[in-house]
T-cell receptor, first 108, second 114 residues
Framework: GQSLEQPSEVTAVEGAIVQINCTYQ??????LSWYQQHDGGAPTFLSY????GLEETGRFSSFLSRSDSYGYLLLQELQMKDSASYFC?????????FGKGTRLHILP | EPEVTQTPSHQVTQMGQEVILRCVPI?????FYWYRQILGQKVEFLVS????????KSEIFDDQFSVERPDGSNFTLKIRSTKLEDSAMYFC????????????FGEGSRLTVL
């Protein structure tokens, strides 16, 4: 089977940088994705790492290390609108499996 | 911008009744998915669908669930005999590249079973 672990909650200050970690167990996968979900909304795609290393998309970056079964999402210059839940997800053949999500709280 | 649309946005039903949730995926996508999310919990995979058949399903997707692509645009999830624990938000998603890429989610259908 597959499993993903991420912290349930993280708190950071507006303007700061925050890192959300994700560790996983799986027998094989294409890559690791990250999704954002605001309260009452649908998950929206943020980033995808097929290869080891860092992917940067504006204020968001994502990292993958297959040898360590580990990835993270880095959010820079935090804004209040970044308050949301963030899910890492394993991309496999015919399904994408989500972690339990990390609730990000941002303090002014 | 193309989007996934779902109907209804909210459905209330009595336990034991049948429910059909409808989705219109993005038109040139070939991979379709249903997920559900119980309030405050994780997004759970139910089923994936490709080339007019189920590709994979989770242990949640038991005999009371079925999916169909009745025409070239719609993708439906049927729950035959609803239970209280089926109350959740059901998300449809589509992808142009299957497991290697981005999922585009609809806004969800909230199902409340009384």
């Amino acid at each position: 089977g597959q499993s993903l672990e991420q912290p349930s909650e993280v708190t950071a200050v507006e303007g700061a940088i925050v890192q959300i970690n994700c560790t996983y167990q799986t027998s094989g996968f294409y890559g690791l994705s990250w999704y954002q979900q605001h309260d009452g909304g649908a998950p929206t795609f943020l980033s995808y790492n097929a290869l080891d290393g860092l992917e940067e998309t504006g204020r968001f970056s994502s990292f993958l290390s297959r040898s360590d079964s580990y990835g993270y999402l880095l959010l820079q210059e935090l804004q209040m609108k970044d308050s949301a839940s963030y899910f890492c997800a394993l991309n496999r053949d015919d399904k994408i499996i989500f972690g339990k999500g990390t609730r990000l709280h941002i303090l002014p | 911008e193309p989007e996934v649309t779902q109907t209804p946005s909210h459905q209330v039903t009595q336990m034991g009744q049948e429910v059909i949730l409808r989705c219109v995926p993005i038109s040139n996508h070939l991979y379709f998915y249903w997920y559900r999310q119980i309030l405050g919990q994780k997004v759970e995979f139910l089923v994936s669908f490709y080339n007019n058949e189920i590709s994979e399903k989770s242990e949640i997707f038991d005999d009371q669930f079925s999916v169909e692509r009745p025409d070239g645009s719609n993708f439906t999830l049927k729950i035959r005999s609803t239970k209280l624990e089926d109350s959740a938000m059901y998300f449809c998603a589509s992808s142009g590249t299957g497991g290697t890429g981005e999922l585009f989610f609809g806004e969800g259908s909230r199902l409340t079973v009384l």
